[in-house]
């Protein structure tokens, strides 16, 4: 119970620090759809960047009193021989696109890297159990509104109504690969 509660106080304040929610009181001059919206993109963009290409679905949506998160879990095996060059992958596309690195875990059970973008959204790799990613957007603080599911079909099964999410199914000849 006790290690449970350090988990979600870190979570906590991680999720503050990263998702620019405290941008001095200020809300972003967007709603919650929208911030979704960039989300979503923020998101086509670094799974779009990883070659060869991963096999993702969503994860849940959430949303605060004034910030929304979206989240796609990559259900392509990563070998434990390719965590490396896959955050690295998307180390280097999140510096080229401006992001500025906020932290990084260089832990071999749960290597991440924490970003924020130019404009305020936390951006998250978490590499969990069995290889599996999972990126996270969070958005700054902005106006409330109704969040719909996003429209982007996933590049594999749609995953509809399962949670959680079943652990990495999918071989890739390059990123389930394991050291020869």
């Known amino acids: 119970m006790r290690r449970q509660f350090r ?24 709603n919650m759809q929208e911030a979704a919206t960039r989300a979503d993109g923020l998101l086509d963009a670094v799974l779009g960047a990883i070659d060869p290409q991963v096999q993702w679905a969503h994860g849940p949506t959430t949303t605060g009193s004034c910030d929304v998160s979206r989240r796609r879990t990559v ?12 955050l690295g992958v998307v180390d280097r596309y999140w510096r080229k696109s401006g992001y500025r690195i906020k932290a990084i875990n260089n832990s071999t059970k749960v290597p991440a890297i924490y970003a924020q973008t130019k404009d305020g959204f936390g951006v998250s790799l978490v590499i969990g159990g069995k290889g599996q990613a999972f990126f996270e957007v969070d958005s700054p603080c902005v106006e409330e509104s109704e969040v719909a599911e996003s429209t982007t ?15 990495p199914n999918v071989h890739s000849d390059f990123w389930s690969a394991a050291a020869s």
């Open 7 to 30: 988990i979600t106080a870190c979570g906590i304040i991680l999720w503050v620090l990263l998702s620019g929610c405290l941008n001095n009181g200020k809300k972003m001059d967007m």
């Open 75 to 86: 259900m392509t095996i990563v070998s434990a021989e390719r965590r490396g060059s896959f």
């Open 153 to 167: 079909p996933p590049n594999g099964p749609a995953y509809e109504d399962v949670y959680p999410l079943p652990r």
